[in-house]
């Protein structure tokens, strides 16, 4: 079988419902990518977002929801629900929010797009299975829709499997 690669860029979303795809976003650093996986209806999606909160700027994430966490990460959870996939059968995978390009830790942009995706993952009943978040380095992920396998490469690391 051939994997068709589906490519999410920064502040992008996509959702797949081909059994032999890959979600695929490339080098996360303070954005954070959101991952989730019905197994049973082989539906996945994934969200690189780069900010927490669209009430930094309204018009841009009307323009562009994707770019934020609170606008983006509920559209994407509706367009999976209208794909077929099960909340109560997703599985969730979180990476990113590394501290890059804020030496002083005076925006703490990772951390809060990492909080930011916990609190609307809570408030949408889905629990996350695994995580890499935080650390200084850039990461890859990847999601294969045929067995679920969240993938992370990191410059520091080998691939591996969260």
């Known amino acids: ?47 690189h977002y780069m900010l927490p909160d669209s009430s930094l700027d309204p018009g841009k994430a009307q323009a562009r929801p994707w770019m934020f966490a609170d606008t983006g990460i509920p559209i994407l959870l509706d367009e999976l629900k209208r794909a077929g996939a099960t909340r109560r ?3 969730v995978f979180l990476a990113g929010g590394a ?19 916990r609190k609307l993952l809570w408030k949408a009943g889905l629990l996350v299975k695994g995580e890499d978040v935080g650390g200084t380095g850039s990461r890859t992920v990847s999601l294969r829709l045929s067995d679920g396998r969240f993938l992370i490469r990191s410059p520091a690391q080998q691939e591996r499997t969260l």
């Not at 501290?99 to 995706?117: H, M, T």
């Open 99 to 117: 501290q890059v390009l804020d030496s002083s830790n005076f925006f703490e942009i990772g951390k809060r797009n990492y909080l930011a995706a």
């Open 89 to 91: 059968r997703m599985r």
């Open 1 to 47: 079988m051939v994997l068709k690669t589906v490519i999410v860029g920064m502040a992008d979303a996509r959702v797949s419902e081909e059994q032999d795809s890959t979600l695929i976003t490339y080098a996360l650093g303070s954005c954070v990518a959101v991952a989730l996986h019905d197994p049973q209806a082989m539906i996945g999606g994934m969200i």
